[in-house]
């Protein structure tokens, strides 16, 4: 490909299909990039840069290009173009994500306010450019791990008397009931505000309250999905391994580390294959808009515009 031509905005691959996507989201969920230095990273933003200016360096290939896109991608917000801390990447999700195994007191109280901070860092990286104030990160990390925290130990005290393996999917639950609360707490300003919706070229129209609910609620989905293969998998095969005696002698910090390799390899396919149920540029229908600015379109574009676009967040 000439660089004449080369659109460093496009996507490598066909953001319409499944396929596509989770081509791109495996490139920049790469956890290898979570360990190069910001200088890397500043140096890979810069050449993108470039890039869309007209003004690549003579001798930078195509391959150089991608790469260039594909740490900008992984590093930097699509919105703003501020690079996000090591923890609210999505490539840092596969060491940050790996579930613990254990049921005691300390995984129902420590380990769902670690998770959540975690979390927080990465929705509050991944939102839409809003600005957020810190009273409402505060709410949101304290009403997330309440409801975390609640939701396990009533979930655990219900199932007493049930099966193993059913106790052993509290903490999906938890982590579930975490998301669909923090996540809409997180991105509460667009869900009262609206987020902005363009046309097909990028021409802004508008902000719609409508399509923040709907990338909001995908999102939502996409984070329970992430979570569910090493959150319902995972105790099934503890459930198995723990009648070896290998595993019964073995000490917890031991049986975490073994477990926690486990779930690197679901982690790994799981992160980019959620992400990839939705496309990250969403598309609504003028006519299911908020009416006002359904009115103001059509009248502006009459029937030309049929469809308005928002990045949903991640």
């Not at 360990?35 to 195509?62: I, M, N, Q, W």
């Not at 809003?130 to 304290?142: C, E, H, M, P, S």
């Not at 046309?199 to 409508?210: A, M, Q, R, V």
Request: charged share 20%; glycine share 6%.
């Amino acid at each position: 490909m000439a660089l004449s031509s080369f659109d460093i905005d496009a996507p490598r691959w066909d953001q319409s299909t499944f396929m596509g996507r989770l081509k791109h989201f495996f490139n920049i969920t790469d956890c290898r990039t979570a360990v190069l230095p910001d200088s890397r990273l500043d140096e890979a933003k810069a050449l993108v840069e470039s890039c869309r200016a007209g003004s690549t360096p003579p001798g930078t290939s195509v391959e150089q290009l991608y790469y260039a896109k594909k740490l900008y991608d992984s590093a930097f917000h699509p919105d703003t173009g501020d690079r996000m801390n090591l923890i609210g990447r999505m490539s840092f999700q596969v060491p940050g994500g790996m579930p613990a195994p254990d049921r005691t007191h300390f995984h129902m109280s420590f380990h769902p306010a670690v998770k959540r901070k975690l979390n927080l860092l990465l929705w509050f990286q991944d939102r839409s450019s809003f600005v957020l104030f810190l009273r409402q990160i505060g709410v949101a990390y304290v009403t997330a791990t309440s409801t975390a925290l609640a939701t396990a130990v009533g979930l655990n005290l219900y199932t007493k008397k049930a099966p193993p393996l059913v106790a052993r999917w509290v903490p999906f639950a938890a982590v579930a009931a975490a998301n669909c609360v923090n996540i809409p707490m997180m991105r509460q300003q667009e869900i009262l505000n609206g987020i902005a919706v363009t046309d097909e070229n990028g021409n802004k129209l508008g902000h719609s309250k409508k399509a923040a609910v709907k990338g909001i609620t995908q999102v939502v989905i996409s984070r329970i999905t992430m979570a569910a293969p090493g959150m319902i998998i995972l105790p099934i095969i503890m459930q198995r391994l723990e009648k070896y005696k290998f595993m019964q002698v073995r000490s917890f910090v031991s049986i975490s580390v073994l477990m926690s390799g486990k779930c690197v390899r679901p982690l790994i396919f799981m992160v980019p294959a959620a992400c990839s149920l939705f496309p990250q540029r969403c598309s609504m229908a003028v006519s299911k808009l908020e009416p006002e600015l359904r009115d103001s379109i059509v009248s502006q574009y009459g029937d030309k515009v049929q469809l308005v676009y928002f990045n949903k967040g991640l």
